[in-house]
């Protein structure tokens, strides 16, 4: 069975980083992927905690996102501090949601992360352009439980 620990390939784990310092400098959101194999609860809930507890709420325009993979459980969440959702409809992340899940659904892990950092870019530099003092706030390393 498949696991967090082996979806991604290391050049696949630095092109998503790449792609989320990329996209950091398009706008002021601060990305971040998690990945976990099972989540007993609500997928939603848990990326909501993750988003706290990884520190994404503590940006100073309260624009961090978060996107959360279970593999095991096959369950995929996209979640977005306080500034985010006051931009943004819920449409927009269960479409995105929705379309980066047919990508899982062939274990083609990497082209639905990147087709979602792609997607919240696109939207949100627009909304959150980046400023003269812009600064990277979080790591852009990808997480793990």
């Known amino acids: 069975m498949t696991s967090y620990k082996n979806i991604l390939t290391e050049p696949q784990k630095k092109s998503l ?3 989320i310092k990329a996209s950091e400098l398009l706008t002021s959101c601060e990305i971040k992927i ?3 194999d099972s989540c007993p609860g609500d997928v939603l809930t848990k990326a909501c905690e993750l988003l706290v507890s990884l520190g994404l709420t503590k940006t100073k ?3 961090g996102i978060i996107l959360y993979l ?3 459980d ?3 969440a996209i979640a977005g501090d306080e500034g985010i959702y006051a931009k943004l409809p819920h449409e927009f992340w269960t479409q995105t949601s929705d379309h980066s899940i047919t990508y899982f659904k062939d274990e083609k892990y990497f082209e639905g992360l990147k087709y979602s950092i792609e997607s ?3 939207i949100l530099k ?3 352009p980046v400023h003269a003092n812009n600064e990277n706030e979080l790591s852009d390393e990808i997480s793990y439980e």
């Open 74 to 76: 096959k369950k995929f």
């Open 34 to 36: 998690h990945l976990n």
């Open 120 to 122: 919240i870019t696109n």
């Open 17 to 19: 980083i790449d792609l």
């Open 70 to 72: 279970v593999v095991k």
């Open 61 to 63: 325009a309260r624009n």
């Open 126 to 128: 627009g909304d959150f």
